[in-house]
């Protein structure tokens, strides 16, 4: 009866987007074409009034306004075919003020994947998840699949509540005390597994951090959290990790695990040079206090041209 009430929603979902990307595609093109703008006002004026009496509340002159941007923005009726049956008409209203067309796409994917509500998807967009993982993907210049849209950089890791002294010892207990949070901040198909786990390696004690396994990538995914600037030597760190790993850890069927180097600040000229996305290795940062909404919004723009500017100076050297 659930999974009948489930489907039964999601068709009436569908279709009451069909429907809006159909009306805002017929008002674009047949009724307003070539209308003046003060003209144009007043006819979706007119006719948001004659459908209101007759098919209600949905065809408000705001909603109507909405349906026109969708149908302007989405010309394309393919993806809002697929999408709608996962994603309700509110998840697209968030969509709309969007200005990059790529970051639409992406939340939309992300919220049918993951299946998220408004109040998630919400978050996701007020905490710059495109943006952040276009930054980690900047690092992936070898295009390595594990590492592809599946890392951010930075994560926010405020929700920790640390002070402005702590120790490493005490990120990692207050990641594990907030463990949910955590993995949700990683994204989706991260499962926690162990936190310092032990690899006896010609008869010296190692003790990684934290290992995950992420189901969708079928890898272990290894993370080392580091209080200070990344270094150099970090890389061989982690490597040793992961070769230990893939000798004794990784079961039948899976692929070769991943390596995750969280610091509080990133070199990332080093990362870049050190080619560390070839090992299967992703450097970023973790921040534990987010600055005001338009200082985040400008520092996360500057990280990414940032991270682009330099792939493309390295582009033209080659």
């Given at each position: 009866?659930?999974?009948?009430?489930?489907?039964?929603?999601?068709?009436?979902?569908?279709?009451?987007?069909?429907?809006?990307?159909?009306?805002?595609?017929?008002?674009?093109?047949?009724?307003?074409?070539?209308?003046?703008?003060?003209?144009?006002?007043?006819?979706?004026?007119?006719?948001?009034?004659?459908?209101?009496?007759?098919?209600?509340?949905?065809?408000?002159?705001?909603?109507?306004?909405?349906?026109?941007?969708?149908?302007?923005?989405?010309?394309?009726?393919?993806?809002?075919?697929?999408?709608?049956?996962?994603?309700?008409?509110?998840?697209?209203?968030?969509?709309?003020?969007?200005?990059?067309?790529?970051?639409?796409?992406?939340?939309?994917?992300?919220?049918?994947?993951?299946?998220?509500?408004?109040?998630?998807?919400?978050?996701?967009?007020?905490?710059?998840?495109?943006?952040?993982?276009?930054?980690?993907?900047?690092?992936?210049?070898?295009?390595?699949?594990?590492?592809?849209?599946?890392?951010?950089?930075?994560?926010?890791?405020?929700?920790?509540?640390?002070?402005?002294?702590?120790?490493?010892?005490?990120?990692?207990?207050?990641?594990?005390?907030?463990?949910?949070?955590?993995i949700l901040e990683l994204?989706?198909?991260?499962?926690?597994?162990?936190?310092?786990?032990?690899?006896?390696?010609?008869?010296?004690?190692?003790?990684?951090?934290?290992?995950?396994?992420?189901?969708?990538?079928?890898?272990?995914?290894?993370?080392?959290?580091?209080?200070?600037?990344?270094?150099?030597?970090?890389?061989?760190?982690?490597?040793?990790?992961?070769?230990?790993?893939?000798?004794?850890?990784?079961?039948?069927?899976?692929?070769?695990?991943?390596?995750?180097?969280?610091?509080?600040?990133?070199?990332?000229?080093?990362?870049?040079l050190l080619?560390?996305?070839?090992?299967?290795?992703?450097?970023?940062?973790?921040?534990?206090?987010?600055?005001?909404?338009?200082?985040?919004?400008?520092?996360?723009?500057?990280?990414?041209?940032?991270?682009?500017?330099?792939?493309?100076?390295?582009?033209?050297?080659?």
């Amino acid at each position: 009866m659930q999974q009948s009430q489930k489907q039964l929603v999601a068709q009436a979902n569908s279709s009451l987007t069909t429907l809006f990307w159909h009306i805002g595609t017929r008002i674009n093109k047949e009724i307003l074409q070539s209308k003046r703008a003060e003209y144009a006002k007043q006819i979706v004026s007119t006719l948001s009034t004659q459908l209101k009496a007759q098919y209600g509340r949905n065809f408000e002159e705001r909603n109507l306004r909405r349906m026109m941007q969708f149908a302007e923005q989405f010309t394309d009726f393919e993806p809002i075919s697929l999408l709608s049956k996962q994603l309700s008409w509110s998840h697209f209203v968030e969509l709309l003020p969007l200005k990059n067309w790529e970051a639409k796409l992406f939340y939309a994917r992300v919220a049918a994947d993951q299946a998220l509500g408004i109040r998630d998807l919400r978050k996701q967009i007020s905490t710059k998840t495109f943006e952040r993982t276009d930054i980690a993907n900047t690092q992936n210049t070898s295009n390595h699949p594990a590492i592809y849209n599946n890392f951010k950089d930075p994560y926010f890791l405020d929700f920790l509540g640390l002070q402005d002294t702590y120790l490493e010892k005490d990120l990692e207990s207050a990641i594990l005390r907030e463990l949910e949070a955590f993995i949700l901040e990683l994204g989706k198909g991260f499962a926690f597994i162990e936190r310092q786990k032990r690899m006896i390696i010609d008869g010296e004690d190692f003790h990684l951090d934290l290992l995950f396994y992420h189901r969708n990538l079928r890898r272990l995914v290894a993370i080392e959290l580091k209080l200070g600037r990344f270094e150099a030597q970090h890389k061989g760190q982690m490597e040793l990790y992961l070769k230990w790993l893939d000798r004794y850890e990784k079961k039948e069927g899976e692929l070769s695990p991943i390596g995750l180097i969280l610091c509080a600040e990133s070199r990332r000229e080093q990362v870049e040079l050190l080619e560390m996305h070839k090992d299967g290795i992703m450097v970023a940062e973790y921040w534990t206090e987010l600055p005001p909404k338009k200082e985040l919004e400008k520092k996360i723009h500057s990280i990414l041209i940032e991270a682009r500017e330099r792939i493309e100076r390295k582009k033209i050297l080659n």
